[in-house]
């Protein structure tokens, strides 16, 4: 069997991650978001991916290379411009034919969910998962026998006609093409793969498939990638010790310390926790419950690390606590970093995602720091706040609003500014 991956997204919600990185390589427990798709594919059967890509495509090739013997064979196919869905799941036509799945990139699934859609009636079905703020996504007008009867697109708040939203993942047989053909732009000059699904139940009978959302969740925020790593971490059982542990370090609950990392005398691990390869932790540190220190990542004399994602090759050597972040790859943070993870009014923490203020629903949550980020001795990161890649941050400085990408943050006479930094990549 066969299935297409729509990974062709800039992520522009996930910045300052996905300056850096296409989203389908945003890491869960280490691994690309996209590896746990495939191998999830693989075991149900499925022999063959057409990967759909754009934004950033070499680096999507090049992060599946060390993958290729858990994953099914993929075919990578470039959209070009980026003009929807239904435009991306056009350029995989003369590649599938007969039945197979489509599954978008930006989604963390389990093995049962793709089953599902397998085992559902009929040759067209619709994944589908019932959420909270049903306002975010497209809605599923369905009727008593989990018939589709239509897809509304992101209705106003309070007018949705269910909580049961669209997942992301379809069983089709070749004939959705015909309809994606006759599918106009949307208000937003894009084909629309909802579009489509909802002019075929208008015809024929496509079945909704509802899923659990333990077995389902979607990455499109900055802190959606702390609930990821968390719900793997989560799953994790015993301990898997294959680095080295120094005498004087006590392990607790469910630890994974991959193969070359090292965890230095001193050192505090509460599990669930995940050390990756090449790390290095300690001496003295405390690694708290659901944190994640990335491939060649060193937590350093003295640091603090909970909840929270550290990608690989980040430097937190000494003095210095990281809460309830995301930490990009190959962040240096000066001695007495601190990321600040409360408000004082106790509120959910607000984060800007694409000019607009969003809550969180979080009461504990930190600071988003794209990669290769430098910060100077005694940085102060309020809560929410967001660093672009290659930015600069100076020596004691307390960052209270969001960074842009190639920036120097620092104080001129009494005001902290912004300026244009030129960093080699």
Known sequence: MKAVVLAAGKGERLQPI????????????DKPLLVWTLEALR???????????????????????????????????????????????????G??????????????????????????????????????????YGVLRVDQDMRLLGIVEKPPRGSEPSNLVNA????????????????????????????????MAGERKVWVAEL?????????????????????????????????????????????????????????????????????VGPNSYIRSYTVVGQ????????EVKASVLMEGVHASHLSYIGDSVVCEHVNLGAGTVTANLRFDDKPVRVTVKGRRLSSGMRKLGAFIGGYVKTGINVSIMPGVKIGAYSWIAPGAVVVRDVPPRSFYRMVGAEYVVEPLEVEK
Do not use: C
């Open 43 to 93: 075991r149900v059967g499925v022999t063959d991916v057409v990967l759909v890509v754009s934004y950033m495509a070499d680096a999507v090739a090049r992060g599946l290379e060390e993958f290729q013997g858990s994953i099914p064979k993929v075919r990578l196919v470039d959209q070009g411009r980026e003009m929807g869905t239904g435009d991306a799941l056009m350029k995989a036509a």
């Open 296 to 303: 060649g990542s060193k937590v350093g004399a003295s640091v």
């Open 95 to 136: 590649h599938v034919s007969g039945e197979f799945l489509v599954v978008y990139g930006d989604l963390l699934l389990e093995e049962s969910v793709l089953r599902k859609l397998l085992e559902a009636p009929g040759d067209a079905v619709v994944g589908a998962v019932r959420v909270p703020n049903p306002w975010d």
């Open 168 to 199: 992301g993942v379809y069983r089709f047989t070749d004939e959705v093409f015909s309809y994606l053909e006759s599918v106009e732009e949307s208000p937003r000059g894009e084909i629309e793969l909802t579009d489509a699904v909802t002019a």
């Open 18 to 29: 996905t300056h850096t990185r296409p989203k389908p390589l945003v890491p869960v427990l």
């Open 212 to 280: 659990s959302g333990d077995e389902w969740f979607e990455i499109g925020k900055p802190w959606n990638v702390l609930e990821a790593n968390r719900r793997k971490l989560a799953g994790l059982e015993g301990q898997e010790i294959r680095g080295s542990v120094e005498e004087g370090v006590r392990i607790r609950g469910s630890v994974v310390v991959e193969e070359g990392a090292v965890v230095k005398g001193g050192s505090y691990i509460e599990g669930p926790a995940y050390i990756g390869r090449g790390a290095s």
